[in-house]
Structure formats: structure tokens, C-alpha cells
Nanobody, 123 residues
């Protein structure tokens, strides 16, 4: 079992930055694929970014060049650095984990989820 706790959300003006953190407890963090999803009001949960244990990463097109996912396996923590934020980035952001190396942008592929953290970007 893995427990995930997110932090770092908040209110920021357009063009600003936030860094989200996701700290895991439980089994070896380095064995997990980590991902970030977000869900805006009235919309489905959507994939944002993924990080594999070998440090490879991938992003949805709308955040490429603005968001950076990283992980510190020694601290059992994944991060999402969000720069040049836009009002359309407003959502609840969730980190997710799945044991092993998976290649999936579907939220139902992940067994472990954080509680979510609100990100609000004002125009």
C-alpha cells in the first residue's frame, strides 16, 4: 500500500508559478510510476504529466514547456513545477501512483491517489 499526500496548491495570478509536491509513504517509491492529473469543475479528470523511475517523463500538450515533473526518490516525493500559469490551468490537481513501469494517461490505470490540491489561476 502507498499513501500519497499532496501540498503546494493555492491562488496565483496568470503568469505566475506554483510547485506541487506529492509525498509517498509505504513501499519503495522508486518502484512506482508517478503521475499528475487534474480535474476542473464540470470536466473529467485529465492527464497532466508522468514520471518513470528512470527519470523519463511525458506531458500533455497543453502544459509542455510550462510544467516540469520531477522526483526525488530519496525523499519519496514527486513534484510538479508549474510556470506561466493560465486561468485554464485552474483545477484540483491529484498525484497518482502505480507499481512498476506503466505507460498510461488513463486515470483508471492508477491504484493510488492523493487527496487533491486546489490550484486557482486568476486572470
Amino acid at each position: 500500500q502507498v499513501q500519497l499526500v499532496e501540498s503546494g496548491g493555492g491562488l496565483v495570478q496568470a503568469g505566475g508559478s506554483l510547485r506541487l509536491s506529492c509525498t509517498a509513504s509505504g513501499r519503495a517509491f522508486s518502484d512506482y510510476t508517478m503521475a499528475w492529473f487534474r480535474q476542473a469543475p464540470g470536466k473529467e479528470r485529465e492527464f497532466v504529466s508522468i514520471s518513470w523511475s528512470d527519470a523519463r517523463s511525458s506531458y500533455t500538450d497543453s502544459v509542455k514547456g510550462r510544467f516540469t515533473i520531477s522526483r526525488d526518490n530519496a525523499k519519496n516525493t514527486a513534484y510538479l513545477q508549474m510556470n506561466s500559469l493560465k486561468p485554464e490551468d485552474t483545477a484540483v490537481y491529484y498525484c497518482a501512483a502505480e507499481y512498476g513501469s506503466i505507460i498510461s494517461t488513463n486515470w483508471d490505470s492508477y491504484d493510488y491517489w492523493g487527496q487533491g490540491t486546489q490550484v486557482t489561476v486568476s486572470s
